[in-house]
Nanobody
Framework: QVHLVESGGGLVQAGGSLRLSCAAS????????MGWDRQAPGKQRELVAA???????NSADSVKGRFTISRDNAKNTVYLQMNSLKPEDTAVYYC??????????????WGQGTLVTVSS
């Protein structure tokens, strides 16, 4: 089994910063794309940012210039540095990863979610 464990959420004032981390654990062959989605109350889940194993990044227009996604392949960990946070960034943030198991099957794995609350 493969698990994603997130950390770093919490309460912050508008304009502040938070850093989310997500580490993959278990037995697997490799990790391809890792990323973060978020779901605000009453809204659909949306992509925040994703990063391939080679470092190519895709991010939502709403977070460009404020959020930075990065990964440490040696630690099987993806990070989301969030700066200049706004109240509309309040959401549960979910980590996800496309992981190849020992039979080289691709699995999409999700973390349990971490709550980010930005107060005005």
């Amino acid at each position: 089994q493969v698990h994603l464990v997130e950390s770093g959420g919490g309460l912050v004032q508008a304009g502040g910063s938070l850093r989310l981390s997500c580490a993959a654990s278990g037995i697997f062959s490799s990790i391809n794309t890792m990323g973060w989605d978020r779901q605000a109350p009453g809204k659909q889940r949306e992509l925040v940012a994703a990063i391939t194993s080679g470092g190519s990044v895709n991010s939502a227009d709403s977070v460009k210039g404020r959020f930075t996604i990065s990964r440490d392949n040696a630690k099987n960990t993806v990070y989301l540095q969030m700066n200049s946070l706004k109240p509309e960034d309040t959401a549960v943030y979910y980590c996800n990863a496309f992981i190849e198991d020992l039979l080289w099957r691709t699995l999409e794995v999700w973390g349990q979610g971490t709550l980010v609350t930005v107060s005005s």
